[in-house]
């Protein structure tokens, strides 16, 4: 499904049917919160949607009664006074026949199924839905590109504010703090992640918590952060050095923004996110740095700050345009630090746009 058809008109919630035929199945219960969100609006933490093929029904609690009807759309709700897993599994059971549901086995645990057949008597048989609503929405609608562009221009912002405070002196938990406060200044609800800030041989880490070491002269900093903003996700990384670079750090440093770059041109619709790995990847073999990119070079970004699909090697998933994907090698020596440069980019029907507008050259401060 393109962008094209995601903008047609069709609410989320009949595109979803769409796929009911390939499924084979009669209804689909979404258990992950941001699945229930993207469906229906409803972004509260206790729910349950259940969607046949004429009828979209929310469970959720009296917690959420006023926020619910304010926020639900193309949903009929139900608040359920004796737990939303009976409530569901008393609608399936008063339904015609034995009816075929689709579910997401990562997101509905054994426990809420067997909950879930208990209260339906019996009457359901189950399918795995094969992650139908992440296909959906890893094709950004119009809307959902606008606040993805917001974000990532807000979690720019966050980068430039932050320079002038990365100085020696200042802890790695100190500067992520400060960070995290711009955001919210900036209008954001929060970090889309914990912020990683990690100086000198941590920055070798790629996901090191920041912790109360200071930043020090001479050493690598590496800042990996993103912020919410009206529910959509931003992923932006930059390295700096604090003083004069020596020669291998340069080296490094050109060497992963021009896999970087590599990746980005590599990106349009009909490309597999295996061959932009493999362009990222290339372009660090022939300089000699390949055995110091220990990860995959991307991921899909949206309501989660990691979504389908993945940019690793081998993988076979085919970009469309509407998709918003993170492009971020690095490199990671031990002893000596880390080096990661990270876009939000969108697949546009000519290749590629970056959302994220950060300076990416080399800073030393």
């Avoid at 086995?105 to 048989?125: D, F, I, N, P, Y």
Wanted: proline share 3%; charged share 25%; glycine share 10%.
């Amino acid at each position: 499904m393109g962008a094209k058809e995601q903008n047609s008109g069709r609410s989320r919630i009949d595109r979803l049917r769409v796929f009911f035929s390939e499924l084979h199945t009669d209804a689909v219960l979404v258990s992950h919160p941001a699945n229930i969100r993207y469906l229906c609006g409803f972004s509260g933490s206790a729910g349950l949607l259940l969607v046949d093929s004429t009828h979209a029904t929310l469970f959720t609690d009296s917690r959420y009664t006023f926020q619910a009807r304010q926020e639900v759309l193309e949903a009929r709700v139900q608040i359920a006074r004796n737990g939303i897993v009976r409530a569901a599994g008393d609608v399936l059971r008063k339904g015609r026949g034995q009816p075929l549901v689709g579910y997401s086995a990562s997101h509905l645990t054994v426990a809420q199924k067997e909950a879930l057949q208990t209260a339906a008597g019996g009457r359901v048989r189950w399918l795995k839905d094969a992650s139908v609503v992440e296909r959906l929405r890893a094709v950004k609608d119009r809307e959902e590109l606008v606040r993805m562009r917001d974000a990532a221009e807000l979690i720019s912002q966050v980068y430039r504010r932050a320079l002038p405070l990365i100085k020696p002196g200042i802890s790695e938990l100190e500067l992520a703090g400060k960070m995290e406060f711009t955001m919210k200044q900036l209008g954001a609800s929060g970090p889309s992640f914990d912020t990683i800030v990690a100086s000198g041989a941590r920055s070798a880490w790629a996901h090191a918590r920041p912790t109360s070491k200071p930043l020090r002269k001479s050493e690598l900093v590496v800042m990996d952060h993103g912020a919410i903003l009206r529910g959509y996700c931003s992923d932006l990384t930059r390295t700096v050095f604090l003083g004069r670079a020596p020669q291998k750090v340069r080296r490094l440093y050109s060497g992963v923004l021009e896999a970087q770059q590599a990746a980005k041109e590599a990106i349009g619709p009909g490309v597999t996110t295996g061959e932009v790995d493999a362009a990222a990847r290339g372009v660090l073999r022939r300089q000699g740095f390949a055995k110091y990119f220990t990860h995959s070079t991307g991921h899909g970004i949206g309501l989660e700050v990691h979504e389908m699909p993945r940019l690793g090697s081998g993988e076979k998933f085919v970009l469309q345009e509407g998709m918003v994907i993170t492009v971020e090698p690095g490199v990671y020596v031990e002893g000596l630090g880390g080096i990661r440069i990270e876009d939000d980019v969108v697949v546009t029907e000519g290749g590629s746009s970056d959302l994220t507008t950060a300076p990416r050259e080399f800073v030393e401060l």
